[in-house]
């Protein structure tokens, strides 16, 4: 049986080790088959499934749980957001996640520049704390929105802006720590005085101090040689901060030894003032070598990022708003360095002029360019931001892996080392994307290893092998920031000589006799093939799929395993992104994008997760994602968890009862038409005494109230109606939405209104419609198939002959353009509908340039449907509004939280209101009476009007008010100051 099978099978273990955590009051414990599945991995190519999980709330709990897992013998993993690209935070015993709970900013001293924090404070809180202040922590890795302190120390992290502000080792002012077998010791800076007193004290911490000075002062030769050559020099551990001339500073010392040494229950860190302007300056170069070259001359101009990237990475990124980014770059380059420049404004026009003048004397520049447009700024930097995830597939869509992105070498022999590292590449078969932080000698790069054969694992084994000794060559180190892990620690004697490495050992076994604290990392290390999360020997189950999965080859684990675990999805903080909505209320692994293909994953390979599609788990994983689609644009790899789901529920329930939800709101569509037939009485049950029991025959949350419908369909009145305007630019189908259609026809004889003044002449499909999305997002594929069949044969002559198909429902329209095509794999017309699907402001902007909107001259919020955020975006809409003269803010608010039936099913009514009031719904409450709130999707609509006193207007009945012909009462609501004094009027 190989290691991960044994460490899998361990489940009565697994549950012994939980329950004694659970006695011992450790915070909370988990043990199941789940929680064990969500932290099997982290973000590297490593897999280990651990006993049980716990997660601490306070120091108290800390300790104890380290004294039990001490007791049964238990080996310790900590972790924070886990993204650990090197696998040092995942494990076989207990994993003590700080994240949740563990991780409240404890004081900020803005006059000495100092916080102190629990391990688990995400990096991005610390700085909303300090930019109060006007200070910022230093070290900024990118996954700065969910990587946590305790990970940055345990690992080094550095970031774009260390060539400035250094690595975390050098803003960390003081540790206290408690050892594996439970001394708790105050780390920072001693004099020999000090020292002495310690030794003299003869305690547990005496004897750890006493035995650390003895070690260095037996060693000051190497330490001092050997050690610390150049700042990026991270791999193994960082001893010579004991040198008495670095002032035997042992809380530096335990910076980046990746949980080995001792678990951190507070840390104190210095603040900076940034510089009150920062400028950045993008130059181009005909490849990544040629920029390597020109890095030692731009570092005399002191910028304080120098960051490079390669065509490799920009031709993978594909969101529209980003991409838009990268065809602004410099032309005719293959490579850039975004140099950022800090100072006063006055000065940085003429620092930004130096640096291009020093790249322009540079082998093979191509151009410059200074980014003023702050916006565009923060699009290129995504980016780099994006990389790590974004270098996991290739352009051609084949799959590349960490295993060798952290390398460092002095600055000035980068351009050479990266000449020779790319030779290897060619020389093993291997490709790979390229960037990193050029300005500290440090690249990042994911290869295409292929770790499903034993020639390909005997090829990464080789090939790693080889760029160890390479990197050695050059004077560089193996990790520059992502730590050793089992990533590297086999190949730290290519890298040092046998003196060190014994000083390593000795080291650890100060601090660790016991090998309890994160073993086979760094000493004793695990095999660099090892426990690969993907391997030879594992073969997925054999899980037939409806959705076809082109971009994974058809291979559903494939498509789980996108998740490489960069872990944006439990970005709490970030804003512009819609992922994870219920991950930003819960704070919970289990509830981000990430938890959720995990265990996906594990249920393609049926050890832990044991039920395949039956496997409750995974049903109770995904309970709580909210179909947003955010995932499918936000995650830089494209995890796409709504059809994940999707697929899943349609086969979980597949012969069996559903939950009432399914057939109350998955099959709404069918329902709304024999509620069109007598919408007075349906209103009037639906309102009344018996209201509460018809909510609970429906899987309804009891705390919302039921839409009401509307007494005349949008159908029942084209459909009487004399068609208005010249239609001199042709005819243009107009998508029939269920939603509008019964609930809120005036959106769409809005949208007849724009678009006959537009010069369209408006159709509407034959029959009855409907693109199927509530049987999709139920998982009820069969039905959602048969449906999208007829509305395929009704729209796709019209799309075939270069009609366009308008929709208003941002959710709707997502569907006829991507689920539609993939529910009809092969179907043209399906195809074709996917094709001729725009929005009304695409239709209106890119197909009617020449036709001038009315204007209307006001102030507005608008809340992006997360539908419309994952499949278009929300350029089209700002471009029209501009030229209707509308003042308009789009919010950064994620997903409304109700997001269809999510926010109706009973047990979801929390997290639902949760989400919207993360950001949403308090802006609206917010906005002046003067303020349109724009709202074009139906839920984000009734979100806002079940939780405020206003209401959300459609991008259509806005245009339709200030039309030349003044609309019927009937044709648009008041939507400007209108309170709501009933939301179901």
């Known amino acids: 049986m190989t290691t991960s099978a044994q460490e899998t099978a ?108 629990q391990p688990g404070i995400v990096l991005d809180e610390l700085q909303a704390a300090a930019a109060g202040h006007g200070l910022l922590f230093g070290a900024d890795p990118s996954t700065h929105s969910r990587c946590t302190l305790g990970g940055m120390i345990g690992n080094n992290a550095c970031g774009s802006h260390s060539v400035a502000w250094g690595r975390t080792a050098d803003n960390v002012v003081e540790l206290e720590v408690v050892t594996y077998r439970g001394t708790v010791v105050r780390l920072g800076p001693m004099t020999r005085a000090e020292i002495d007193e310690a030794v003299a004290a003869d ?68 603040l900076i003032a940034p510089p009150p302007a ?67 404004e006055e000065e940085l026009t003429g620092r930004a002029e130096a640096l291009s003048a020093a790249a322009r004397g540079a082998a093979g520049f191509t151009g410059s360019e200074v980014v003023t447009d702050s916006g565009r700024a923060r699009r290129l930097w995504r980016i780099r931001e994006d990389g ?21 070498v002095p600055p000035e022999r980068l351009g050479s080392y990266l000449r020779e590292f790319t030779e290897l590449l060619d020389r093993h078969g291997l490709r790979g994307a390229v960037y990193g932080h050029f300005g500290e000698g440090c690249l990042h790069v994911r290869i295409d290893f292929d770790f499903g054969t034993e020639k390909g694992t005997a090829v990464f084994r080789a090939f790693v092998t080889d760029a160890a000794a390479l990197t050695a060559e050059h004077g560089g180190s193996l990790s520059g920031e992502h730590g050793d892990g089992q990533a590297r620690s086999e190949l730290l ?45 594992r073969t997925p189950l054999p899980l037939a799929t409806v959705f076809p999965f082109h971009s994974d080859g058809g291979d559903f684990a494939k498509a789980t ?16 992104d819609v992922m994870c909505p219920s991950y930003r209320v819960t704070r919970d692994e289990k509830d981000s994008t990430r938890g959720r293909a995990r265990l996906l994953y594990e249920m393609t390979q049926g050890e832990v997760i044991t039920g395949g599609w039956r496997s409750t788990e995974v049903r109770d994983a995904l309970d709580l994602c909210l ?88 159908l029942e009145w084209f459909r009487h109606r004399t068609p208005e305007g010249d239609g001199r630019r042709g005819p243009v189908v107009l998508w029939v939405d269920s939603f509008n259609n019964h609930f809120s026809p005036e959106v769409l004889r809005a949208g007849v209104a724009v678009l006959e003044s537009a010069g369209y002449r408006v159709r509407v499909p034959d029959g009855t419609q409907c693109c199927g999305l509530t049987w999709i997002t139920t998982g009820q594929l069969g039905v959602a198939r048969r449906i999208a069949a007829r509305t395929a044969a009704a729209l796709g002559p019209a799309a075939r002959a270069g009609v366009p198909v308008v929709g208003l429902e941002p959710s709707c329209t997502a569907a006829l353009r991507g689920d539609l095509p993939e529910l009809l794999d092969g179907d043209q017309n399906a195809a074709a509908v996917g094709r001729a699907t725009v929005t009304l402001a695409e239709l209106l902007v890119g197909y009617a340039p020449d036709w001038r909107p009315p204007a209307v001259g006001s102030r507005a919020i608008s809340q992006t449907h997360c539908h419309q955020h994952a499949t278009s975006g929300f350029g089209a809409d700002s471009a029209l509004l501009r030229r209707m003269g509308v003042d308009n803010t789009a ?95």
């Open 891 to 985: 919010l950064d608010s994620g997903c409304c939280g109700l997001a269809g039936n999510f926010g109706f099913e009973r047990g979801h009514y929390e997290v639902s209101v949760a989400a919207g009031e993360q950001v949403l719904l308090p802006a609206v409450r917010a906005a002046s009476p003067d303020t349109v709130v724009l709202a074009d999707g139906f839920s984000c609509r009734t979100q806002i009007a079940q939780h405020t006193d206003r209401r959300g207007v459609h991008l259509a009945q806005l245009i339709a008010t200030a039309l030349p012909t003044a609309p019927t009462p009937d044709t648009v609501r008041e939507h400007a100051s209108t309170r709501q004094e009933d939301t179901r009027d």
């Open 561 to 576: 395993r996108r998740c490489v675990g960069v872990g944006k999805c439990r970005s709490a903080t970030q804003r512009g």
């Open 203 to 270: 305690d547990d911490r005496g004897r750890l101090i006493g035995a650390l000075d003895t070690l260095v002062r037996r060693n000051l030769g190497p330490l001092r040689t050997e050690l610390g050559r150049f700042p990026r020099q991270v791999s193994g551990y960082a001893l010579e901060h004991l040198l008495p001339e670095r002032r035997f500073n042992l809380a530096r010392a335990l910076v980046g030894s990746e949980g080995t040494l001792a678990v951190v229950l507070s840390a104190t860190v210095t």
């Open 388 to 408: 790590a995830g974004l270098a996991t597939r290739l352009p051609d869509g084949s799959e590349a892996w960490p295993g060798w992105e952290d390398a460092a």
């Open 493 to 537: 004697p290519l890298m040092y000589g046998p003196e060190i490495i014994a000083l390593f050992e000795e080291f650890k076994n100060i601090w660790d006799p016991d090998h309890g604290l994160n073993p086979g990392i760094i000493t004793r290390p695990l095999p660099v093939d090892g426990n690969l999360r993907v391997a030879p020997h």
């Open 10 to 117: 361990r489940t009565p273990e697994a549950t012994a080790v939980a329950e004694a955590l659970d006695r011992a009051d450790c915070g909370e414990v988990a043990g199941d088959a789940g929680r064990r599945a969500q932290y099997s991995a982290d973000a590297s190519n490593y897999r280990r499934i651990p006993l049980a999980v716990v997660f601490p709330r306070n120091r108290e709990q800390v300790l104890r749980a380290v004294a039990a897992c001490r007791r049964l013998g238990v080996p310790i993993t900590v972790r924070g957001a886990g993204t650990s690209t090197s696998g040092q935070a995942v494990g076989s015993g207990v994993v003590l996640d700080f994240s949740r709970h563990f991780n409240r900013l404890l004081s900020l001293d803005p006059a000495a520049r100092t916080a102190t924090v």
């Open 278 to 344: 920062r400028a950045l300056v993008v130059l181009g170069f005909r490849d990544a070598c040629a920029a390597a070259d020109a890095v030692p001359a731009l570092l005399e101009h002191r910028p304080l990022a120098l960051e490079g990237l390669d065509h490799a990475l920009t031709d993978i990124v594909t969101r529209p708003e980003t991409r838009a980014a990268v065809d602004s770059l410099p032309p005719g380059s293959r490579a850039w360095l975004f140099a950022e420049l800090g100072g006063v």
């Open 627 to 714: 179909s947003c689609k955010g995932c499918s644009s936000d995650c830089p790899v494209g995890v796409d968890m709504a059809t994940y789901k999707s697929e899943f529920l349609h086969h979980h329930y597949r012969g069996r009862p559903r939950p009432a939800s399914h057939y109350s709101m998955g099959w709404l569509p069918l329902l709304s038409r024999v509620a069109a037939r007598m919408p007075r009485l349906v209103n009037a049950l639906t309102a009344s005494r018996l209201a509460p029991l018809l909510k609970r025959l429906g899987g309804i949350a009891p705390q919302r109230e039921i839409p009401r419908f509307a007494e005349r369909t949008f």
